[in-house]
């Protein structure tokens, strides 16, 4: 009786070893898949604690736009689970939740604070259930070389509408300077960077059931003076872009806050894009989101401890530290911290523009949405077809791209 009562408790106590004896499965590396640059940098300015605190390391994988994209994607298509937080664009959104990519946050006991700008979280949740946060607070802005702007007799006060910056991009480009520079490389580039000015003119690219509409008056509007607004500059790639409003060779362009430090800059400034066409038309919200969002993948092995992570991330103290790296934080309590404002007067520009913000259309075929949009428009700038027969195109081929589940 003795040999079998010793046999049962060593049965049970290999039992329990298998188990963790209880304990929860500890593992001692967090592997995060964000996206390069500024993005990325303010993450890994605040994760020495948490790796202190929870004895791990956080192994940051940086990658670019479009890697990030199809890394996290395929990762969870082939099952392999090799991330436990990735960041993720609001327009994979749609996509990724589809295919399965992201974790119900929810079920990981993570909920919204009322510090967090709601506008910023409408993408977020889908379906009832939250699958993402906002975590860098990127938002549409207009760059502009704030010393030829001076020289001209212009000021931040000077650009109230976008006839406004027209004309000083037209004096500009007489006086011997650049104009107004755009990202001409991708049609997704092309596409985003003309959506501020479509807004303004009271347009947008689908109704409220995601239907085509850019075959219409305000559409063909906006892109008849976005030619005109071209014209005075050029097109270059986003590096070349900030760089040549930053020197003076182009003027204005169309930015990002996770592009620019205005610390830094000597040259360049940026303020919230006008929501005016002209100084009588009305007024639109015309701030586009570029907002990093974070979420948990679904395959990962280790959401509990992700899921601690994306909190203490998300926290509004940790948040706030992350601004002297470039952080740009969807907080009230960070973006009109008067000591935070002191040194940055643009956080409550940032603030203001985010609390208005729109995302673009949340669809899983916005990626060949804009591809088929951004090649017509490209045919028309390029002066190789009509604006009234380019969009007709774009609006036949758009509807039959919707249409077709």
Known sequence: ??????????????????????????????VLALRSGTYSEVIKSCLVNFEKEHGITCEVEELSEDDLHSYVLNDSVN???????????GSWVSEYIFEGVLADLGELGYSFDDDIIPATTSICVQNGNTYLVPYYGNVTVMMYNKEVAAELG???NSFNSLEDIK???????????GGFVYRGDTENNIVVDFLPILCAFGGWVVDENNNPTVNTQEFADA???????TQTGGALAKDDLIASVEDGNMVTAVGW?????????????YMAFPGKATSDSASYNSNIYGIWTLGI???????ELACELLTYLMDKDV?????????????????????????????????????????????????????????????????????????????????????TK
């Open 1 to 30: 009786m003795k040999k079998r009562i010793l046999g049962i408790a060593l049965v049970l106590c290999m039992m329990l070893s298998v188990t963790g004896c209880g304990e929860k499965k500890h593992t001692d590396k967090l």
């Open 319 to 403: 948040q706030k530290s992350t601004i002297p790296a470039g952080g740009v934080p969807c907080r009230y309590s960070s973006l009109n911290d008067p000591e935070v404002c002191a040194k940055d007067p643009h956080m409550p520009v940032i603030c203001k523009a985010l609390e208005n913000g729109i995302y673009r259309p949340v669809m899983q075929e916005w990626p060949r949405f804009y591809t088929i949009l951004g090649d017509e428009m490209m045919d028309i700038m390029a002066g190789n077809n009509s604006i009234s027969d380019g969009l007709s195109i774009a609006q036949g081929e758009l509807t039959t791209l919707m249409n």
């Open 223 to 229: 892109l008849a003076f976005y030619i005109e607004l």
């Open 297 to 303: 993948p679904e395959n990962s092995t280790n959401k």
């Open 257 to 269: 806050p996770g592009w620019y430090d205005s610390a830094d800059s000597k040259g360049s400034e």
């Open 167 to 177: 004309e000083f991009c037209s004096r500009s480009s007489q006086a011997g300077h």
């Open 79 to 89: 099952r392999k689970g090799s991330y436990d937080l990735c960041m993720v664009d």
């Open 154 to 156: 212009f000021d931040e």
